[in-house]
């Protein structure tokens, strides 16, 4: 099994990440959480907020992880397989 495409995700979200002024402006910190659905091909196909924070943060997250389009695919028993992952924002 490899979930590569998972760490992929995340690493390039951190690099990718610009959080809004609003962040520094409102002192807004915490976690948002994340649904990513990947196809077979580790292509995202839908991205999803299910415990957000502020709608421009959201939204961020979400046009962030839209512009990555694809990673590695999520190999289970040696067959690449769609999987919706979820993730772990940090924002502070």
Known sequence: NS????????????????????????????VVLVNVNLDSEGMI?????????????????????????QVDPIIIRGKAVPKTIQLSVVVE
């Open 3 to 30: 979930f590569e495409g998972v760490n992929q995700l995340n690493s390039k979200l951190k690099k990718g990440l610009i959080l809004p002024a609003i962040v520094a402006q409102e002192g807004l910190e915490g």
């Open 45 to 69: 196909k839908m991205v999803k907020i299910v415990d957000g924070m502020h709608q421009e943060v959201d939204k961020t997250i979400i046009e962030t992880i839209r512009n990555i389009k």
